[in-house]
Structure formats: structure tokens, C-alpha cells
């Protein structure tokens, strides 16, 4: 089963404009990680930022925010201003802490496309 | 992440043919994953290691085997190519803790003809 939903598919914005990326997580254990990565065109991975499942405050860093909501299992991620260098593939992924291997479940992905 | 490397960067070979992909890591660290990227489908985790000589399977294991000999290399077989392998492959180190971050080498771009 899909642990890691990023329903949008693709994302085109307008620099300057603020954008969303969702993401839905699907878990049974009560400790968990979540994690969002930036691929941009050049194809390496970027670790954006780690969230536990005790610290539902949100986060945020420059123009990067992330918002943290249990009941809904959400971890959605909002570019504020966007800039062309925003342009990437954006994963979401999930580690739960009960496997004890550290592995992660990543969505599919959201492309974002900022245009100048 | 300076710490990762992956060998080959690029390969391009034919059906059935083996193929071997390397991981070298030079910070010791016990937890190492072999990653397939493919379009619609994110990162898929095809094996890793919990230590030397220790390997378990992930989701999308199949026509894959893998071996850890020593703690700096991880490499990832083809015993016979197929064209459904045709992928970007990543590997990946945990830098310990229980926090789950994963950093991922470069990435190895494989075209199975």
C-alpha cells in the first residue's frame, strides 16, 4: 500500500507566486519521520527538512514553510515568493521508527515549474 | 554529498548482460540503501544493508542481489538486465541517529537496450 501520497503531479507557478505541494502519509506507528527532498534539474537529492510525529509545530525557513497536521496526516510544504531557482521535483517520505532500518517511503514526486 | 560516490555514473548496456553498480562511502557509517527512480513511481527502495554482510530486501527486489563485504561499498547486481531496469539508481547512507535522514549519492543512470 501507498504510504506516501503527493497528489499533484505536476505544479506550473509565475515567479513571485506562492505555492503548495501536498502530501498525505499513511501509518501505523505512533513515531514516525517525515521528509521532504528537493531534486533539482541537475538530479541530486536534497534533504529539505526532517519533522518527528511529537512536534506538530510548524516550520519555517526563509521562504520555505511546512505544515504539520496529524489528524489529517498531512505534511504539506509551501513556497512563499517563488523563484525560478525553485524549479525541482519535490518528494515527500515518510520513515517509521518500528522498522528500526531507517528506510524510506517516498511519494511519487511534484514538479514545480517556476516561470519567470 | 561529497561522503557517497557511485560508480558507474552512466551505463549503457544490452539485455541480459550483468551489470554492477557501486556505492562507496568514506564515513563508516552502518546503514546503506539501493534506491530505482522512475517516472510516477518516486524512489523505490530495491535493497539495503544494516551492516557487513548483512542485507535485507525492499520493495522492488526482484532481478536484483546485492553484497557488502566491507562497510565502505555496497553494490547493487543485475544478474541479467532487462529493459524494465532501465532506471536512475541511488544510493543512500544514514549518518545514524534514530531520525531516519537519508543522503543520497549522485545517482547512476542505466539504459538496458
Known amino acids: 500500500a501507498q504510504k506516501v501520497t503527493q497528489a499533484q503531479t505536476e505544479i506550473s507557478v509565475v515567479e513571485k507566486e506562492d505555492v503548495t505541494l501536498d502530501c498525505v502519509y499513511e501509518t501505523r506507528d505512533t513515531t514516525y519521520y517525515l521528509f521532504w527532498y528537493k531534486q533539482p534539474p541537475s538530479g541530486e537529492l536534497v534533504f529539505l527538512i526532517r519533522?518527528?510525529?511529537?512536534?506538530?509545530q510548524n516550520e519555517i525557513s526563509g521562504r520555505y514553510s511546512w505544515n504539520f497536521q496529524k489528524s489529517t496526516s498531512s505534511f504539506n510544504f509551501t513556497i512563499t515568493a517563488s523563484q525560478v531557482v525553485d524549479s525541482a521535483v519535490y518528494f515527500c517520505?515518510?520513515?517509521?521508527?518500528?522498522?528500526?532500518?531507517?528506510?524510506?517511503?517516498f511519494g511519487a514526486g511534484t514538479t514545480v515549474t517556476v516561470r519567470a | 554529498d561529497a561522503g557517497i560516490t557511485q560508480s558507474p555514473r552512466h551505463k549503457v548496456t544490452e539485455t541480459g548482460t550483468p551489470v554492477t553498480l557501486r556505492c562507496h562511502q568514506t564515513e563508516n557509517h552502518r546503514y546503506m540503501y539501493w534506491y530505482r527512480q522512475d517516472p510516477g513511481h518516486g524512489l523505490r527502495l530495491i535493497h539495503y544493508?544494516?551492516?557487513?554482510?548483512?542485507?535485507d530486501k525492499g520493495e522492488v527486489s526482484d532481478g536484483y542481489s546485492v553484497s557488502r563485504s566491507k562497510t565502505e561499498d555496497f553494490l547493487l547486481t543485475l544478474e541479467s538486465a532487462t529493459s524494465s531496469q532501465t532506471s536512475v539508481y541511488f544510493c543512500?547512507?544514514?549518518?545514524?541517529?534514530?531520525?531516519?535522514?537519508?543522503?543520497f549519492g549522485e545517482g547512476s543512470r542505466l539504459t538496458v537496450l
Open positions: 519533522r518527528n510525529s511529537f512536534d506538530e
Open positions: 544493508s544494516y551492516g557487513v554482510k548483512d542485507t
Open positions: 543512500a547512507i544514514s549518518r545514524g541517529g534514530n531520525t531516519g535522514e537519508l543522503f
Open positions: 517520505a515518510l520513515s517509521e521508527a518500528g522498522s528500526n532500518d531507517y528506510k524510506l517511503s
